[in-house]
């Protein structure tokens, strides 16, 4: 059980916009810097955003961070069919001295 | 361009060691001032860092395996290892080696992955 919840699925058509949220705590989110990452399946994950709100390099424009008190949220627009993956957010945990990660979510674009 | 790439065996028996090695190219562990670590993902599941290094041997590891980990570097071979003694059947996983982006252990900022191998710990 990850000290950062994610919901464990998240769903949209073609063209819609998706959000995964990443709820955590002062000791986490609510103090550091969140990561997110992608995995496609049956590969490593990949890095989205850096530092809440930056995106990776070449990571297109449709995928969008952000962060705000002990939460933080991925956004997807024009969501396509080649999103569908696994998402995770990542950050420092004070209270566990290392470096956590939420539970993932399996985004399914219908 | 940086390639990571893991290797060591694939079956493991429980109360044994786990030996695992990541090979790092196009790079180099002790010139670039990076933190490297290693990632575990049981099949199906989430993501647990174990640990990071750095090629000076300074090492962070998650509290929860420290007990039973080592991460170590070889910068004669661009490699670093890992090993975690005393396995079970919850210590089955795909492992990664990762670097971090930037001279800070304590940010989860991988920016480069290896593909990952697969250790089943099974009699």
């Known amino acids: 059980q990850s000290v950062l919840t994610q919901p464990p699925s998240a769903s949209g058509t073609p063209g819609q916009t998706v959000t995964i949220s990443c709820s955590g705590s002062f000791s986490n989110i609510g103090s550091h810097s969140v990561y997110w990452y992608q995995q496609l399946p049956g590969t490593a994950p990949k890095l989205l955003i850096y530092r809440s709100d930056q995106r990776s390099s070449g990571v297109p424009d449709r995928f969008s961070a952000s962060k705000s008190g002990d939460s933080a949220s991925l956004a997807i627009s024009g969501l396509r069919s080649e999103d569908e993956a696994h998402f995770f957010c990542?950050?420092?945990?004070?209270?566990?001295?290392?470096?956590?990660f939420g539970g993932g979510t399996q985004l399914t674009v219908l | 361009q940086l390639h990571l790439e893991e290797s060591g065996p694939g079956l493991v028996k429980p109360s044994e060691t786990l030996s695992l090695t990541c090979s790092v190219s196009?790079?180099?562990?002790?010139?670039?001032?990076?933190?490297w670590a290693w990632i575990r993902q049981p099949p199906g599941k989430g993501l647990e860092w174990i640990g990071s290094t750095f090629y000076s041997g300074t090492t962070h590891y998650n509290p929860s395996l420290q007990s039973r980990v080592t991460i170590s570097v070889d910068t004669t071979k661009n490699q670093f290892s890992l090993i975690l003694t005393s396995v079970t059947a919850s210590d089955t996983a795909f492992y990664y080696c990762?670097?971090?982006?930037?001279?800070?252990?304590?940010?989860?900022?991988?920016?480069?992955w290896g593909q990952g191998t697969l250790v089943t710990v099974a009699s």
């Open positions: 990542a950050v420092l945990d004070d209270t566990l001295r290392g470096l956590v």
């Open positions: 990762a670097k971090h982006q930037g001279s800070s252990w304590s940010e989860p900022w991988f920016d480069t």
């Open positions: 196009g790079g180099s562990l002790n010139r670039d001032s990076y933190f």
